[in-house]
């Protein structure tokens, strides 16, 4: 039984919806994006579907599937490799070959030349960019094909392509008299590979939490501003601690003309927002920084850039999965931590960290619903399949946004991360 089994039973009426608890397959065939934070959202019409997952695979146990898979992984050897994320579930994690952020996972894309297929534990958005960025014949697998991203799905291609046309007839396309453009695109790597293209053509680039700072810094010595999707708060948060003052980033929704915003304001401004969030991360809030240095005296609180502007400036320190990860491991003391990012992984921070005591900043946080659809009756099935000769589940960027989305990558790839600022100095 995992651990989120577990908080589904201890609390039903107070925490996550107690579909967790049922096998994913069970969603698949519903629009939306299933039980978890994503709940409340709204999946879109083309969202990805899973077709069924053969009996044999949703009536096995986790052992007999555990063994399954190690059987298959042995079969496979070099030929096949796993990727995971760090949101994946415990009973995925132990299977992975590598183990990281996006930064840390499209890189890894890149460094297994004799892999013939590359298994993507994430969601939709990462087994496209590691098709993106693998070898020529290397075949890129999503177990299950539904597990998209609310956040990607928030900025799509059309209403991107829209936002530039009125930002374009607004700025026009001359540069200033130091060579910038009027406006830079930039996307989170939360994104699909068409909007990752749209960046590669327009002189744009590919960011992740583990490095936005560096790419909004690129950014800004080639354009005036930076239109910046779809996550909003990571976007805030970012050039806010590059000293942009906040009425210089207006919110962008897509629903309204300019915007929402007025002319004057889009040219002065620097940042441009766009209207999009993460559900795992939007339900941290100042109020449980409170309540956790109340109940816990000299807490560290560290949280996801993704949370709301106002949850990173109450905690000590704010950085990307691995960032949290490589702070809890730094700790020389025993030392009490609160977490302001998905269960899964700050459960598996407890299990491997036991001299600390380490805590998710909201109780009855919601497992990322998408991320949770990877289950190891999924894994099993396409390993075997594999196994057998047979690809399923392969996930395909077109040639040609490949290789818009590739050149904007690369930019991506060449920012590396800065290094890590700790307690008060993160602040």
Known sequence: MTSVDLLVQAAPSATCDSGLAQGPWDFDTVPGYGPGASLDDTAPASSPRQGALPAQYREAGDDELSDRIAAARAALGPRA?????????DEIVQHADFL????QLANAAQTVPDAEAIVFCGVHFMAETADVLAKPGQTVILPNLAAGCSMADMADIDAVEDAWAQLTALYGDEPDADGRAPVIPVTYMNSAA???AFCGRHGGIVCTSSNAETVLEWAFERGQRVLFFPDQHLGRNTAKKLGVPLDRMPLWNPRLTLGGSS?????????????GFCSVHKRFTVGQIEQARAEHPGVRVIVHPECAMAVVDAADEAGSTDHIRKAVAAATEPTTFAIGTEINMVNRLAAEFPQHTIFCLDPVVCPCSTMY????GYLAWVLEELVAGRVVNQV?????VAADARVALERMLAAKPKPATTGSEAR
Not at 82 to 89: A, E, I, M
Not at 396 to 400: E, G, H, K, L, N
């Open 81 to 89: 490799v796993v990727l995971g994320h760090f949101y994946q579930r």
């Open 100 to 103: 990281g952020d996006s930064f």
């Open 194 to 196: 068409d909007l990752k």
């Open 263 to 275: 002319a004057e304001d889009l040219r002065d401004a620097r940042v441009i927002l766009w209207h």
């Open 373 to 376: 659809r990877i289950h190891p």
């Open 396 to 400: 395909t960027v077109p040639d040609d």
